[in-house]
Nanobody, 123 residues
Framework: QVQLVESGGGLVQAGNSLRLSCAASGRTLSNYAMGWFRQAPGKEREFVAD????????YYADSVKGRFTVSRDNVKNTVYLQMNSLKPEDTAVYYC????????????????WGKGTLVTVSS
């Protein structure tokens, strides 16, 4: 059993930055791939970014590549999403997800999810 809690969301102006955190409990994250998903108002949930268990590789959706950075600290049992150059279309509830070894980027097979944190980007 893994519990994930996101934090760091809020209201920001376009062009500014925000850093999201996902704190895990119940298990250490060393053997888990971690990722971020988001769901905008009236939209389906979409993949944002993920990171391998050793943090050697990262992968980003085209919509955020070059602006967002995912990182992890296995000692602190925390995963981060640094969001720069935010756009109004980034407005969404952001969810943290975890899966042993490899994350499912479709979002359908990941057993552990946080409750989400809301990011609102004003123009």
């Amino acid at each position: 059993q893994v519990q994930l809690v996101e934090s760091g969301g809020g209201l920001v102006q376009a062009g500014n930055s925000l850093r999201l955190s996902c704190a895990a409990s119940g298990r250490t994250l060393s053997n888990y791939a971690m990722g971020w998903f988001r769901q905008a108002p009236g939209k389906e949930r979409e993949f944002v970014a993920d990171i391998t268990r050793t943090a050697i590789y990262t992968y980003y959706a085209d919509s955020v590549k070059g602006r967002f950075t995912v990182s992890r600290d296995n000692v602190k049992n925390t995963v981060y999403l640094q969001m720069n150059s935010l756009k109004p279309e980034d407005t969404a509830v952001y969810y943290c997800a975890a899966q042993l070894w490899t994350l499912d980027r479709s979002g359908t097979n990941n057993p552990y999810w946080g409750k989400g944190t809301l990011v609102t980007v004003s123009s």
